[in-house]
């Protein structure tokens, strides 16, 4: 099935506007007032359906608070999810059977997933008895050409969940996610936990997968090389925020924020050309990071203020950079940053989407 591309004249299977998502903080002592944690903070992205979206950011930087928030796991405490043509937001306790078939899961950790006391035929099964009031044998062809699907024998039906090895019980993870025939299917770092020959075989089941159902994938991860290879856009998230979105061809040969050129300063390489590349990127780093140590203290943007949230760590900050959260402009080549750095560019020509390679402003 052919992917949609971009500037079709399509409604987003997934649109995320202005999502903050906060947690309470415990008292430390009787007589202070308990305070509250932003894990995410003014999130948007879009989603199409057939496509994959990228969402990569270190740990901590709020990408599984962000799928939680969009499966209904957890409530936001401000912003919209519209998602498969539900108003995610607005539900209540009980969440709509169409909107669970509509939106699936799949976890980093499928053992704590998969209930430990079913075989795998019942625990695929499951599903098609809730959504599709599927019975008998009906039912059993329907889980044995799911676990085909998926790369598993029909034996496997009579296993536990322990008896699997971890690819193979992602497998079942996958083939029961696609028991409801969802629109899109949110991937929560399903193969960081694997070996990486298993890794590799899990990307192109999802793939395979993909070229013949449409589904759309919201792909979780911590790696950038991972992500660059499953997913058609990015977005580079950091301490709760989207700091740069844009196709993934873009984004890893000319990223325009500093934290995603440090990311793939990270990434291993084996391609020659990309090593030197790379050697560049880590050569301006350090660098830089070496006249910013000259220059005095680490600044930080101060707690409850709205700056950028990359400014102690980014080698090309400036005074106004822990002042506010920069603005978005739109990078050549697509996509968008929220950088300072370009906060000139945009002044000099507001509206016209239109700026200068990023090496061309640094």
């Known amino acids: 099935m052919e992917k949609a591309h971009r500037g079709e004249e399509t409604t987003p299977l997934l649109q995320v506007r202005d999502l903050t998502v906060a947690f ?42 962000t799928a939680r928030a969009l499966l209904h796991l957890i409530r936001p405490a401000a912003g919209t999810i519209t998602a498969a043509g539900f108003d995610v937001a607005s539900f209540g306790r009980r969440v709509p059977i169409g909107y669970r078939r509509a939106v699936q899961a799949v976890f980093q950790d499928p053992l704590g997933s998969l209930d430990p006391t079913h075989v795998i035929g019942d625990i695929v099964a499951e599903p098609l008895s809730i959504h599709f009031d599927m019975r008998g044998a009906d039912r059993d062809r329907r889980v044995t050409a799911l676990l085909d699907q998926v790369g598993l024998a029909a034996h496997h039906t009579r296993r536990y969940p322990y008896e699997l090895s971890g690819g193979q019980r992602q497998r079942v993870a996958i083939a029961k996610a696609l028991a409801v025939e969802p629109r899109l299917i949110i991937l929560d770092e399903p193969v960081s936990a694997l070996d990486v020959s298993v890794q590799s075989q899990i990307i192109n089941l999802l793939e395979d997968v993909q070229e013949g159902t449409g589904v759309a994938y919201l792909f979780v991860a911590h790696d950038l090389a991972v992500v660059r290879h499953t997913s058609d856009d990015i977005a580079v998230m950091y301490r709760s925020r989207i700091v740069e979105t844009g196709p993934a061809d873009r984004i890893c040969e000319r990223p325009a924020h500093p934290y995603t050129e440090a990311l793939l300063a990270a ?26 140590a000259a220059g005095g203290p680490r600044q930080t943007a101060p707690a409850g203020t709205p700056g950028c949230p990359f400014v102690a760590r980014c080698p090309h900050r400036m005074p106004v950079c822990t002042r506010s959260f920069p603005d978005w402009t739109p990078v050549a080549g697509g996509g968008r940053v929220a950088c300072h750095l370009y906060a000139e560019v945009d002044r000099a020509e507001p509206g016209t989407g239109v700026t200068p390679e990023p090496e061309e402003q640094r």
């Open 267 to 292: 990434v291993p390489d084996p391609d020659p050309a990309r090593q030197r590349v790379q050697r560049e990127r880590r050569h301006r780093l350090r660098a830089a990071a070496a006249d910013r």
């Open 24 to 65: 309470a903080q415990k008292r430390t002592v009787p007589w202070r007032a308990a305070g509250t944690v932003t894990a995410v903070q003014g999130l948007s992205l879009e989603l199409d359906a057939g496509r994959t979206l990228g969402l990569v950011g270190e740990s901590g930087s709020g990408k599984s608070t």
